[in-house]
């Protein structure tokens, strides 16, 4: 989202921290950019070039007395780098660790100095707001939230791809309208937003009005823009767990809420989808999560348990089939499958039986054979070569 | 500073050199200077981290605390051809696994790890910001999207030689 900002209109970016230099009283801008976008970076480093060539970043700015000057610095692919303290530390040249707030950045940020730190769709809304008057930007949105907004619509959705709406639209009109739907006509489930910080919403909230508050209401948040359809086929309990291997991977090890409670959820999530679970662990899953949430030192760690708390509210039901009846109704997880023959459907052709790679099945000839769940390896082969279709994962 | 501490070529540690200074020996420009001294060896080893530090001045375990915080560093070397493979979420749902399990049945190598012949490394990262095109894999900077396992054979072909 915002690298297709950066991508497709540098300038308004450009112009945009000019505006705010002004307004502050700055003379010099960095962007931080992920070292990943190298489009973007070239974009910006022609765009940057451009401005400077027609006068409007530099010395004396349009008559006006007004110096400004910006410079790109690079990330090296840490997540963290998104909290502003970090994101300040990286620029400084240095791991990009958070630091307790107070001092904010905006009393004590880049080199000690007063820092004004902003996300670059925030830039990108201040010149069309001068331009058109902040009655026209607040004509558009909800009460509290003004405006539009940009998602990254992907995953189990017919059209996939950048959006930009009102803010107030509802989830129903976006995946519904906007998305085409749900692909392959399968049935909706959750839609994640805000990326690993997020959470995961249900139907119920699907005529719910998309604004920053109504979000954080209903578990999760705005946050990066991102928004995941996924379908009945995804496990709930797996996506947190995918979640939670992010963050454990992300965290900058600085606070040990973040860096030892992470992994300990991980662990325990992970205990789950192999089916080794108990309802004690999904208890401690709610306890662990409230304590990082408010004790871990910066915003990727408060934020770490989202995914595992908006799933535990709402698929409960999911978690504790995990646990109790060992089954992933999704089919996700791999340790929870249990392949079984239809007798009836069977065939006896030794199809199956010849290969299986651990001789799990047995039987004879033209009779129907059967599966032995312990020696079975999960691996699928089976169904593959059945030609009868006599061969259920459940 | 008279010369390098340690072992490398003459040539080697006038081109850090010259990096750093084209970034004043500026110690704030650290990371731009790592980015720019992977881009020339491929990779950042120890001594190519003890040159760094000796000219921009600082200790060498701030080079080498940034060097290994930062995931897009790396101080063993790549392959000739350095595949990622995204597992962002968008990828993740749409089963960037299976592609990132065939690449590894494929190539007989690990996340990390590079092929005996040196032309393959394979690693896994978080997001390319291509999530309409999940899920989706680099291979040298060029992007595959839409995948499913079955592509991965046919692409791994196009870098036969």
Known sequence: MDRSLLEGDPHSILEAMAICGYCIGADKGLIYIRAEYPLAIHRLQVAIQQAEEYGLLGKDILGTGFNFEIELRYGAGAFVCGEETALIHSMEGKRGEPTFKPPFPAQSGYLGKPTNVNNVETYANIPVIINKGADWFASIGTEKSKGTKVFALAGKINNVGLIEVPMGITLREIIYEIGGGIKGGKKFKAVQTGGPSGGCLTEKHLDTPIDYDSLVAAGSMMGSGGMIVMDEDDCMVAIAKFYLGFTVDESCGKCTPCRVGNRRLLEILTKITDGKGTMEDLEELKNLSAVIKDTALCGLGQTSPNPVLSTINNFWDEYVEHVTEKKCRAGQCKALKKYMIDPAKCKGCTACARACPVSAISGTLKNPHVINQLDCIKCGTCVEKCKFGAITVR | ?161
Do not use: W
């Not at chain 2, 990779?43 to 375990?61: H, N, R, S, T, W």
């Not at chain 2, 996340?111 to 393959?120: L, N």
């Open chain 2, 1 to 161: 500073m008279v010369g390098p501490k340690v072992k490398i070529s003459e040539s080697n540690f006038l081109k850090i050199k010259e990096i750093c200074e084209s970034f004043d020996n500026n110690p704030g420009e650290l990371i731009n200077v790592l980015h720019k001294t992977q881009e020339h060896f491929g990779f950042l080893p120890e001594e190519v981290q003890q040159v760094v530090a000796d000219c921009l001045g600082i200790p060498v375990g701030r080079v080498y605390g940034v060097v290994s915080f930062y995931s897009f560093f790396t101080m063993k070397p790549k392959g000739k051809y350095a595949i990622s493979v995204c597992l962002g979420t968008a990828c993740y749902v749409k089963g960037a696994e299976k592609i990132l399990d065939a690449l590894k049945s494929e190539l007989k190598i690990s996340e990390g790890g590079v092929t005996d012949d040196g032309k393959f490394s394979l690693d896994v990262l978080r997001c390319v910001g291509a999530c309409g095109l999940a899920p989706v894999m680099t291979i040298n900077g060029k992007t595959y999207g839409r995948l499913v396992p079955e592509h991965v054979k046919e692409i791994l072909a196009e870098y036969a030689e």
